[in-house]
């Protein structure tokens, strides 16, 4: 069963970079793995917004409001799925989630995108606070 464990949040300023790193157990990832990934984030009293997915063959896509400031990769020897955050805002401020889903339940790899809400596995978070 895989479990996802997120780690790099921090407090930073306005303008700052951070990299979330979200380390994978419990399952192997190779370039034959047939997981989605992605990374999502949550501010208080806001909706869970999706931010940024990786397919099983490493097409990723970026949510709009985060395009050309967040990349999302995946090191399959590191058994590790990164968020680069750069020119960080007050609004990014939020707890940061990384979630993954078997693409084999969906037929494909096409629902992959950061507007997905069946992500069904979860890790607990890493918080990030912006501050200007």
């Known amino acids: 069963q895989m479990q996802l464990t997120e780690s790099g949040g921090d407090s930073v300023q306005v303008g700052g970079s951070l990299r979330l790193a979200c380390v994978v157990s419990?399952?192997?990832?190779?370039?034959?793995?047939?997981?989605?990934m992605g990374w999502f984030r949550q501010a208080p009293g806001r909706e869970r917004e999706g931010l940024a997915t990786?397919?099983?063959?490493?097409?990723?896509e970026h949510a709009a409001s985060v395009e050309g400031r967040f990349t999302i990769s995946r090191d399959n020897v590191k058994n590790t799925l990164f968020l680069e955050m750069n020119s960080l805002k007050p609004d990014d401020s939020a707890m940061y989630y990384c979630?993954?889903?078997?693409?084999?339940?969906?037929?494909?790899?096409?629902?992959?995108?950061?507007?997905?809400?069946?992500?069904?596995?979860w890790g607990k978070g890493t918080l990030v606070t912006i501050s200007s």
């Open positions: 990786i397919d099983s063959r490493g097409h990723s």
């Open positions: 419990g399952y192997t990832l190779t370039w034959s793995s047939t997981y989605c």
């Open positions: 979630a993954a889903v078997d693409e084999r339940q969906y037929g494909g790899r096409s629902f992959c995108e950061p507007d997905f809400t069946g992500m069904d596995i």
